[in-house]
């Protein structure tokens, strides 16, 4: 079996003209790489870039930018103390 996320698989998978379900089935998407699929899709589109590589680097970029924001630190929610 081929693992869906080699360079292999990615460079050569076109997703252009498939619905979400199929696109997560084929690259067989984690779940919190569904989450930015949407998204994902939605900006190449816009770019017109349609191959795997492409949407999954959009994805992990995403996630990675979703997760610095969340764990991130906020100068608000330190305790001072003097």
């Known amino acids: 079996m081929e693992n869906k996320k080699s360079s292999a698989f990615l460079s050569n998978y076109l997703w252009k003209g498939k619905d979400r379900k199929q696109i997560i089935e084929e690259m067989e998407l ?3 790489e569904q989450k930015y699929l949407d998204q994902a899709m ?3 589109i816009q770019e017109e870039k349609y191959n795997g590589f ?3 680097k959009r994805i992990m970029l995403l996630f ?3 997760e610095e924001e969340d764990d991130g630190f906020d100068e608000n929610d330190a305790e ?3």
């Open 54 to 56: 492409e949407l999954d």
């Open 42 to 44: 939605k900006e190449l």
């Open 80 to 82: 001072y103390m003097g």
């Open 64 to 66: 990675e930018m979703n």
């Open 30 to 32: 984690e779940d919190y």
